[in-house]
């Protein structure tokens, strides 16, 4: 009879071994799951086999030592799991067994509650060079590969659970539900999430920074509200220096987006350059996101960003909603589209392999534009830059209503922007909502007086009604909004 003969744990090459207490319970539970079966891994750890190499690789090295059957399968572990549900792990695994598969996987399951199953059969067929996205190979070559997807209620997918150790999130995840909960499984999440949101909330993940407030060069973007258009404020460093140890404070290692631009142009900051230099090098940061409207790009910008430490966590972003010249100076009340379009090729002509950052083109899908959506990707696909589509916000009904498509969940769920965001303008204005941060009667946080933690703490309130559905009891303009599904970071 085929059974798990096996246990695989792979992890990132080069991670540490950063919450050794919650890695010697997910060993714990994993001997008690599986006490015959040894553990496999690409990276050293107590009572572990270590078979260095790909993912695949190290499956193989697995199976090929145990396994005696073509059914004989392993269990397959991203990273440890401190939470490892025993019972739906046995549920998967029979379900595995029973179809004869190749490939197991939870379609709806919570990284870090159970793991994938992978048969002796299944290596053997692989093919040379397979990559290690599993599901992803299985799911394309359905045909070829015999996968089982296994579903369960309730499908929680969109709160982005993840209980595994991989990152500082979600072993933070990991411990704050081991220690509310130790006997935590997925038949009682959903309660969890209920009566403790807070625990999905630990600290911001995407921060908006307005380096300046002005759009500069005459520009005056058509979705833009009025009265974010004639400000000149410049981002103060003493105030960005308070922002960055702010967030040192806060947030989770490796965990930080930064997005620099909101409505103006950063490179119009005369620090902007170092600024970006100055986040890429923080230990906090996982990405920077650099958005410009183009017209700054000089040569000597371009060749500084190239030239930037830790580069490849660097994306730049381009905003351009057309590529004709009547409707770019409709959209943005300048004859300019000429002087975009050169310094996009400019920056389009290094390859992004030689570049060292991530370069896209965004264009804001509306219904004036929708005709223009094929030759926008035709111009650019082929290029050094990637052309993106992005959704239209009317700010909950304040600007007239553009969107080429609606593409609204049917079920309104929490706002991902009280879960994750924090938007701070160029005097180091944080609002809750960005919907209508200007608003004489809107919750703030003056960042010049006050601190990150002061504005995640007195927000937690907030966060919390929104994912119990109690929308209307927060001060903002929730059930007029459609960006609450929209997800950064």
């Known amino acids: 009879m085929a059974q798990v003969t096996a246990v695989y744990v792979w992890r990132t090459p080069g991670a540490d071994e950063a919450a050794p207490a919650l890695a010697a319970e997910a060993r714990l539970r994993l001997a008690r ?31 090929a030592d145990t396994a005696q059957t073509p059914q004989d ?55 040379e060079g397979a990559p290690d996205s599993l599901r992803e190979l299985t799911l394309k070559e359905i045909d070829r590969f015999d996968a089982e997807l296994f579903y369960k209620l309730p499908d929680l997918r969109q709160f982005r659970l993840d209980f595994s150790l991989k990152s500082a999130r ?25 009566n403790h949101p807070g625990r999905l909330r630990p600290a911001p993940s995407w921060i908006e920074l307005e380096l300046c407030a002005s759009p500069g060069a005459g520009l005056k973007p058509d ?17 960005l220096e308070r922002i960055i140890a702010d967030t040192q404070r806060i947030s989770l290692a490796r965990d930080v987006s930064w997005r620099l631009g909101v409505h103006g142009e950063p490179l119009l900051h005369p620090d902007c350059l170092a600024i970006v230099e ?25 060749a500084r960003l190239q030239a930037a430490p830790a580069r490849e966590r660097l994306t730049v972003i381009v905003r351009l909603n057309t590529l004709r010249q009547d409707r770019y100076r409709r959209m943005y ?21 030689e570049r060292g950052f991530a370069a896209f083109v965004e264009m804001l899908r509306l219904k004036e534009t929708d005709d223009e959506v094929q030759s926008f990707f035709d111009r650019f696909e082929k290029s050094g830059v990637t052309p993106l589509l992005q959704k239209y916000n009317s700010h909950a009904g304040r600007l007239p209503e553009r969107r080429a498509a609606d593409l609204r969940p049917l079920h309104r769920d929490f706002c991902w922007h009280l879960a994750r965001d924090v ?22 946080v003056d960042l010049n007086k006050d601190s990150l933690t002061d504005f995640w703490t007195r927000s937690q309130i907030f966060f919390e009604r929104s994912v119990r559905g109690e929308h209307g009891a927060i001060p903002a303009p929730c059930l007029q909004c459609d960006e609450w599904y929209t997800f950064n970071g």
């Open 73 to 127: 399968s392993a269990a397959l572990f991203y990273d440890w799991h401190p939470l490892l549900d025993a019972d739906l792990t046995r549920e998967i695994a029979a379900d595995h067994f029973k179809h004869l598969a190749h490939f197991t996987f939870g379609e709806n399951i919570p990284p870090g509650l159970a793991p994938d199953f992978a048969s002796r059969e299944f290596l053997d067929e692989l093919p």
């Open 223 to 239: 979705w833009i509200l009025p009265e974010r258009l004639g400000r000149a404020d410049l981002m103060d460093s003493a105030l």
């Open 423 to 444: 938007q701070i303008d160029a005097t180091g204005r944080a609002p809750l909502c960005k919907q209508d941060a200007n608003q004489a009667d809107a919750f703030f």
């Open 333 to 353: 009340g300048v004859d300019r589209l000429h002087d975009a379009l050169a310094n996009l090729d400019r920056l389009a002509a290094t390859a992004p392999g």
């Open 170 to 194: 979600s072993r933070r995840l990991a411990a704050d539900a081991l220690a509310q909960d130790p006997g935590l499984r997925f038949d009682t999440l959903a309660d969890f999430i209920k």
């Open 33 to 63: 799951l599986y006490p015959d079966a040894p553990i496999y891994s690409n990276l050293a750890a107590p009572d572990v086999i270590v078979a260095p190499g790909s993912l695949v690789a190290g499956l193989r090295r697995a199976l």
């Open 278 to 302: 100055r986040l890429l090098g923080l230990d906090n940061t996982a990405m920077v996101y650099l958005e410009t409207y183009g017209l700054e790009l000089t040569d000597a910008t371009l």
